[in-house]
């Protein structure tokens, strides 16, 4: 970006968005006739949600899913609680700080579909998977299943595990397309022995965007006596479930992926009768081994997070959960229905509603994924994450609510170019 450009998205920065959230909750309520369906490829509405975002113009963004930065009502509200803490001080600390906190879980409780007894606001998914398969009370010879295309600092924390205890990984691998659920609640009950204690599970697996029958994976595991951890790092606020009904034993999301909080923020759930098993990462002085704060000690931490996640959710609620989901999906649908069919073009992702939302992932043959992902951005200006492991050869497509479909068009004809379809 040049000088003059960067001093122009500052002063865009310091006016304020077009819309905040007034207006914007004006906007969606004049739609509150307009289907999802249709309000999804409606362009011209959500252009102006793509005017909240200060959108770099150096390249279109389909790398949304590492980080979905904030909207600038959104950031604003994160600068305001920034300078509000830095005012306050440490009167803010020892006297709001922890019945905030408390508030905001309770909020995001109810967003998460669980009860706040059962959850705690963490760093991210890391923090919080890592607390639990760092601190259940594992034996030698104790055996975890998980599959190649989980999150890979979850497998390092398995491999960490496997050598302090002799803890026994099991990995098997979870097809790009499968047949149906079946075959993949198959997959995993056919790894159960009976010296099983856990399954790892993603709920979107990060490097392909396909969603996996959770709920029917819980109920197979626990008729079988095993545990099961759940992945939702790209999941939370993306599209609609309740952690409730999917019957999990532990649950984990990051909040500065799909719900856009600033960075550093996730959440843990821990069924209520677990509670009692996790060893913290941080011990607390929580006598009570059943209450969830025992596993929430974070020593100082930047509490103006925390105080965002709030109005992150407030945000999310304007949009609404459905639409949002919706205007994913439609946006991943626009571009895979394009290229789905053409030759050396391959989709690893499956893309029936049930399986996928905003994440697809796209390979060419005779294109190395890194090679990919290089031209995409060198000859076509599009951003993108090479992926090239675990069966899963291409770049990862993650479009947001602000991209639109004139985007997706000129990714459509840069794959078409690179696969000699054009
Ligand atoms: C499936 C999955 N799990 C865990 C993580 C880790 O998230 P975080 O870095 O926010 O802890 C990611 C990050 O992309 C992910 O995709």
Redesign the pocket.
């Known amino acids: 970006m040049d000088k003059r450009q960067f001093i122009k998205n500052m002063a865009l920065t310091s006016i304020g968005a077009p819309l905040g959230f007034a207006g914007l909750a004006k906007s969606f309520a004049q739609k509150s006739h307009v289907s999802n369906l249709a309000l999804a490829s409606d362009d011209t509405f959500w252009e102006e949600i793509r005017n909240q975002y200060l959108l770099k113009p150096d390249y279109i963004n389909l790398e949304n899913?590492?980080y979905n930065f904030l909207p600038q009502p959104l950031l604003n509200k994160y600068i305001e609680h920034i300078k509000e803490v830095n005012y306050q001080g440490s009167y803010y600390m020892r006297t709001v700080q922890f019945e905030n906190k408390k508030n905001i879980t309770a909020k995001l409780a109810k967003v998460a579909g669980c009860s706040p007894d059962a959850l705690i606001i963490t760093?991210?998914?890391?923090?919080?998977?890592d607390m639990i398969i760092g601190g259940l009370d594992w034996k030698a010879g104790d055996e975890a299943i998980m599959a190649l295309q989980?999150?890979g600092?979850?497998l390092d924390m398995f491999e960490q595990i496997k050598n302090r205890y002799g803890v026994v990984k099991v990995m098997l691998s979870v097809p790009n397309h499968p047949k149906n659920d079946q075959e993949i609640i198959d997959l995993y009950k056919n790894a159960i022995t009976p010296k099983t204690k856990v399954i790892l599970v993603?709920h979107?697996?990060?490097i392909t965007g396909q969603i996996l029958p959770i709920k029917e994976i819980c109920t197979m595991a626990h008729e079988k006596g095993v545990q099961v951890i759940v992945?939702g790092?790209?999941a939370f606020a993306h599209f609609k479930y309740n952690i409730d009904d999917l019957g999990c034993d532990y649950y984990?999301a990051?909040l500065?992926?799909w719900l856009s909080t600033p960075l550093g923020a996730?959440l843990l759930y821990v069924r209520k009768d677990n509670i009692k098993k996790v060893w913290p990462l941080l011990a607390d002085g929580e006598k009570d081994l059943s209450k969830i704060n025992r596993l929430n000690h974070t020593g100082t931490h930047p509490v103006h997070t925390d105080l965002t996640i709030s109005d992150a959710i407030d945000y999310y609620a304007v949009i609404g959960v459905e639409r949002k989901e919706a205007r994913l999906r439609f946006l991943q649908n626009y571009w895979t229905q394009q290229v789905s069919n053409l030759p050396r073009v391959i989709l690893n992702t499956p893309i029936a509603a049930n399986r996928s939302c905003a994440i697809a992932n796209v390979g060419i043959e005779g294109i190395e994924p890194a090679e990919l992902a290089k031209r995409l951005l060198k000859e076509h200006n599009v951003f993108t994450v090479a992926i090239d492991y675990a069966n899963v050869r291409g770049c990862r497509i993650c479009p947001n609510i602000y991209t639109t479909t004139k985007e997706l068009d000129s990714f459509v004809e840069a794959i078409k170019k690179l696969s000699n379809n054009a």
């Open positions: 899913g590492y760093r991210n998914t890391t923090e919080s998977l989980d999150y600092a979850m993603s979107m697996v990060n992945d790092a790209h984990a990051s500065h992926k996730g």
